[in-house]
Structure formats: C-alpha cells, structure tokens
C-alpha cells in the first residue's frame, strides 16, 4: 500500500533523494588536490615545487646577470681610469723629450754665437795684427801726431776683441731656463700643451737636468 503523501500530483511516485557528494567518493587525485586547496595536507606538492625552483633559478639567473654586469662596468671604468693615467704618463714623457730638445736647441743657439763672435774675433785680430804691423812700416814717414793718434784707436780695437773672443776665458756650460710652450710645440709629435687630466707644460717639470746638460 502506498502512503498518500509519497505520491505527488501527476501520480508517480517520487524519485529516491540523491545522496550527498562526500570527500571519500572522488577520486583520490581529485580528493588530494581538493586537500591541498584547503590545507588538509602539509606534504608539499610537486606542481608547488617545481614552480618554486623555477622562481629561485630565476631569480639567482637575474643575480647573476646583476653581478657579471657590474663587474663588466667595473673592470671597464678601471680600464678606463688605467688608459686616462697611461695616457698622462705618455703625455708627461713626450713633455720631458719635448723639453730636452728645446733646452738642446737653447745650448746650439749658444754655441752658434760663441763661434760666431770667435770668428768675428779672429778676424779683427787678424786685421789688428795687420794694422800694428802697417804702423810699423809707416815709421818716419807719416809724423808722430797721426802715428799717436793712430796707436790710441789701435789699442781700443785690441781691447774690443778681447771682450768679445770667447776664448778669451775658458767657456763655461751656458745657463738654461725653462723652455716656453711655443718653444716646445714643435717638438710635442702631436701632444697638445695641457694634459688629459688638465695638466700643463709648466707642471711636467724636468725631474733632472736634460741629457745634453750633463
């Protein structure tokens, strides 16, 4: 016999109620993934570290990358420092060649007016020498006043050339100074006159007499 409240309108009966959906009735990866969603496990799972590996690979890659960067930057500023105080070296040395040539053209000028003034001497030596000896020829015929007067003018040109043979003396090592920056561009190969560091000539002081002054 069928109960009156178990059927319904139309006059079937009704369907068996459904029975609800427990944990234990999935499958058991879809129950361990539900688990680990809420918590219910604390053994890690295999997807989560996978991706943390990838994440800290990543991250010591970019590390890394930051660390052989900044030593690339470093050992490029330092190459660049080295080059800059290589260049200033090359610059102070050129100055220093540059200046002993110059000083070196200072001792030839010098050189070249002693010889000068040696042969100027020489030759009005010579001419003295022939003047003294035309005075003597002229002994009794030219009279006494001129021959006087002739004597003084004689003496004077003898001491002339005295002061100006430079053999007079034993010549002594001439005084140098410090070459000018026009005096040494022709000498500078193509070095400017300031330094890469800002530098000038008058700084790169000659460290010891030049070669050709010692």
Do not use: F
Request: net charge neutral; glycine share 6%; proline share 6%.
């Amino acid at each position: 016999m069928i109960d009156d409240d178990s059927v319904v309108a139309d006059g079937s009966e009704p369907a068996a109620p459904a029975s609800p959906r427990t944990l234990y009735s999935e499958r058991p990866v879809a129950r361990a993934r539900r688990a680990k969603a809420h918590g219910l496990t604390d053994r890690p799972g295999r997807w989560r570290d996978r991706k943390t590996r990838t994440l800290e690979e990543a991250l010591d890659a970019v590390l890394g990358e930051i660390e052989v960067r900044a030593a690339q930057d470093a050992r490029r500023r330092q190459d660049e420092q080295q080059a800059i105080v290589e260049r200033e070296v090359r610059w102070r040395a050129a100055v220093e060649v540059a200046k002993e040539q110059a000083v070196r053209e200072q001792l030839e000028q010098a050189l070249r007016e002693e010889a000068g003034r040696w042969q100027e001497s020489a030759a009005l030596s010579a001419y003295c020498t022939a003047w003294e000896h035309r005075i003597g020829e002229l002994q009794g015929v030219v009279d006494e006043p001129t021959l006087s007067q002739t004597r003084r003018w004689l003496e004077w040109a003898r001491a002339y050339v005295r002061s100006i043979d430079p053999l007079s003396e034993l010549p002594k090592m001439p005084d140098v100074r410090e070459p000018t920056p026009e005096e040494l561009k022709p000498y500078l190969r193509g070095w400017s006159l300031t330094g890469r560091n800002g530098g000038t000539v008058g700084d790169a002081r000659m460290s010891s007499a030049p070669t050709c002054c010692r």
